[in-house]
């Protein structure tokens, strides 16, 4: 079993920045791909940034590309999602995911979900 804890949203204005947290806990983590999603009022949820156990590897989707930046950090047990020039449609709630699969993906069938943490971004 693996838990996952996401920290660090909150309500800021258009134009700043947050770095949302994902503490992992079990002896696997290392071997997992990390993924954050997010989820808007009325919405699906939807895939935002994966990152391969190594950290060698990175997928965005295109709303968030050159925007936000995914990170691992094994020692930690932690991954990262730094967002910068935030937007008021990137109002949502972000979720952790793990999964067990070694292959890269974006789809919802990840293995493992954190509770979500919330980001509000006003104009």
């Known amino acids: 079993q693996v838990q996952l804890v996401e920290s660090g949203g909150g309500l800021v204005q258009a134009g700043a920045s947050l770095r949302l947290s994902c503490a992992a806990s079990g002896r696997t983590f290392s071997s997992y791909l990390m993924g954050w999603f997010r989820q808007a009022p009325g919405k699906e949820r939807v895939f935002v940034a994966a990152i391969s156990w190594s950290g060698r590897n990175t997928d965005y989707a295109k709303s968030v590309k050159g925007r936000f930046t995914i990170s691992r950090d094994g020692a930690k047990n932690t991954i990262y999602l730094q967002m910068n020039s935030l937007k008021p449609e990137d109002t949502a709630v972000y979720y952790c995911?793990?999964?067990?699969?070694?292959?890269?993906?974006?789809?919802?069938?990840?293995?493992?979900w954190g509770q979500g943490t919330q980001v509000t971004v006003s104009s």
């Open positions: 995911a793990a999964d067990r699969g070694p292959t890269m993906k974006r789809s919802l069938d990840y293995d493992y």
